[in-house]
């Protein structure tokens, strides 16, 4: 099932997620809604909070489904290394139309737990890296706008309120 994805403005996106105890069928369904979600946005990754479900839950996808395989679920999960750094446009479904230089480090390593509860540990550089980041932030209540400079920040939330204004948001 497909889920709408909140917009900038929305409190499930700056409010950090509860952890996930309980890898259920109910878990499971979300995960694939999410999956379903993301390929149709389309987009290379989602996290929970973005169809204002409040949990530690993340899916990325760097070939956007083209690739059969390649779906990486992430429950609860945490940084376990984080180093160099990359500086590459990034955007966001929930703040469509607006690509910003985001700096970001350039190789993580994320430990978490998939859908039945096993652990994980991804590891990633480049463009996984950076996606790894932007989806875990979301589970902290942060958006990329989060981190660009305070200027630059404050022009786009000018911009999107202008478009919120006219219900164009
Ligand atoms: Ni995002």
Redesign the pocket.
């Known amino acids: 099932m497909l889920r709408p994805i909140v917009k900038f403005g929305t409190p499930s996106l700056q409010t950090p997620a509860q952890a996930v105890t309980v890898f259920d069928a109910a878990l499971h369904a979300l995960i694939d809604d999410m999956i379903h979600t993301m390929y149709a946005a389309p987009g290379i ?1 989602l ?1 929970a909070p ?1 169809i204002g479900v409040p949990l530690r839950v993340c899916v990325i996808d760097l070939s956007v489904g083209e690739r059969g395989g390649e779906v990486i679920t992430l429950v609860n999960p945490e940084f376990v290394e984080r180093d160099g750094m990359q500086l590459e446009e990034e955007g ?3 703040v469509p139309g607006f690509e910003v230089t985001v700096p970001r480090p350039g190789r993580v390593v994320v430990k978490g737990q998939d859908r039945n509860g096993h652990s994980v540990n991804v590891e990633g550089s480049g463009l996984l890296a950076r996606a790894l980041q ?1 989806e875990l932030d ?1 589970l902290d209540g942060k958006l ?1 706008l989060d981190r660009v400079r305070p200027l630059q920040r404050s022009v786009i939330v000018r911009k999107i309120k202008k478009l919120q204004r006219s219900d164009r948001w």
Do not use: I, V
């Open positions: 990754g996290a973005q966001c479904l929930s932007h979301h990329f």
